[in-house]
Structures are given as structure tokens and as C-alpha cells.
């Protein structure tokens, strides 16, 4: 499964804050067989990613029992899977314009954020699709810039209002 976090903020004792996040999705729409790369001298084994249903099933659940959940992408979202970056990134845009639509039906918010990683860069046509997706799901980023403006494509952050409290 694409990795799936679910985090208490501890450094804010009975705040009843919560976190879940995902990163490094990587496109990957369909639940497939992966040698996830490792940073050791052996190989590693087949293991299970991807599998966007299950991602949302999970996110889904974990709003529900804390509607009040930040919930973010750490970046990474393209390039890993055909399917997904059909279009570009265009499927995994779609994806989480969808899973956003859910969370706003569920507890009246969408996704809190998706940040910009390295491989989200790579291709003018990614960075068009996240310009999209900012359009309803807010993209930070603070680092990529027009190569010929200079300005940011992305704000630097987003600031959520969550039970009258700003996160």
C-alpha cells in the first residue's frame, strides 16, 4: 500500500490534534508487486504498494473517528506508475481532486494540503496538473519558481481553520 501514517502531534498535549498523511504515493493507482529500493548491499523482496481504493478506505476511516484531522500529502505524488502519470501526472491529479471531494463531503474540508516534492518537478506538464489541483486542494511549495518570472508557482503554506482554530 502506498505508505499511510497516522500521527498524534505530541508536542501539543490534549490538543487532540492528529495527522494523517501520506507520502510518496508515486502514482501508483493499482495495487501492484514492488522491490521497494533499499539503502543496504541486499535486495530487497517483493512487497505490496500502491492501491489508491485502499488509500481512501483508510483516510475515510481515520476523518471519521477525527473529523478534525489535518490531513496532508508529503509530496511525491507523480512518476512510478503508468497509469497514474498518464496525462502527466493527469490520474493522480484526479485522484486526489476526488479523494479532497470525499473528505469535503465527509467533515465539510477537503485535504488540507499536498506539498511539492522532487518528483513532482521533474516535467512542465506535472507542474501544470499541481497548478490544477491548487485550484481546489491547496499545493505548497517553497521552492519552485518560474524559470523565467522567477515567482513561486505555489505558496509557501497553507493555514487551515479547523473547530474556530487556526493549524
Same mark, same amino acid.
Given at each position: 500500500?502506498?505508505?499511510?501514517?497516522?500521527?498524534?502531534?505530541?508536542?501539543?498535549?490534549?490538543?487532540?490534534?492528529?495527522?494523517?498523511?501520506?507520502?510518496?504515493?508515486?502514482a501508483r493507482?493499482?495495487?501492484?508487486?514492488?522491490?521497494?529500493?533499499?539503502?543496504?548491499?541486499?535486495?530487497?523482496?517483493?512487497?505490496?504498494?500502491?492501491?489508491?481504493?485502499?488509500?481512501?478506505?483508510?483516510?475515510?476511516?481515520?476523518?471519521?473517528?477525527?473529523?478534525?484531522?489535518?490531513?496532508?500529502?508529503?509530496?511525491?505524488?507523480?512518476?512510478?506508475?503508468?497509469?497514474?502519470?498518464?496525462?502527466?501526472?493527469?490520474?493522480?491529479?484526479?485522484?486526489?481532486?476526488?479523494?479532497? #471531494?470525499?473528505?469535503?463531503s465527509q467533515r465539510s474540508?477537503?485535504?488540507?494540503? =499536498?506539498? &511539492?516534492?522532487?518528483?513532482? @518537478? /521533474? *516535467? #512542465?506538464?506535472?507542474?501544470?496538473?499541481?497548478?490544477?489541483?491548487?485550484?481546489? =486542494?491547496? &499545493?505548497?511549495?517553497?521552492? @519552485? /519558481? *518560474?524559470?523565467?518570472?522567477?515567482?513561486?508557482?505555489?505558496?509557501?503554506?497553507?493555514? =487551515?481553520? &479547523?473547530?474556530?482554530?487556526?493549524?
Amino acid at each position: 500500500m502506498p505508505q499511510c501514517f497516522y500521527k498524534h502531534r505530541a508536542e501539543r498535549p490534549g490538543s487532540g490534534d492528529h495527522l494523517p498523511h501520506k507520502n510518496d504515493t508515486h502514482a501508483r493507482l493499482t495495487p501492484h508487486k514492488w522491490i521497494i529500493p533499499a539503502h543496504g548491499t541486499t535486495d530487497g523482496t517483493f512487497e505490496d504498494v500502491g492501491d489508491t481504493a485502499f488509500l481512501v478506505g483508510k483516510m475515510l476511516s481515520l476523518t471519521s473517528a477525527n473529523p478534525s484531522a489535518l490531513v496532508i500529502d508529503a509530496g511525491d505524488i507523480s512518476e512510478g506508475n503508468p497509469i497514474g502519470d498518464m496525462n502527466g501526472n493527469g490520474s493522480i491529479h484526479g485522484f486526489y481532486t476526488l479523494l479532497s #471531494a470525499k473528505l469535503t463531503s465527509q467533515r465539510s474540508r477537503g485535504m488540507d494540503a =499536498v506539498v &511539492v516534492g522532487n518528483h513532482d @518537478v /521533474r *516535467d #512542465a506538464s506535472y507542474i501544470a496538473n499541481l497548478e490544477d489541483l491548487n485550484k481546489t =486542494v491547496p &499545493v505548497i511549495s517553497m521552492n @519552485v /519558481r *518560474d524559470i523565467s518570472t522567477h515567482k513561486p508557482h505555489f505558496n509557501a503554506y497553507t493555514i =487551515v481553520m &479547523v473547530n474556530g482554530h487556526y493549524r
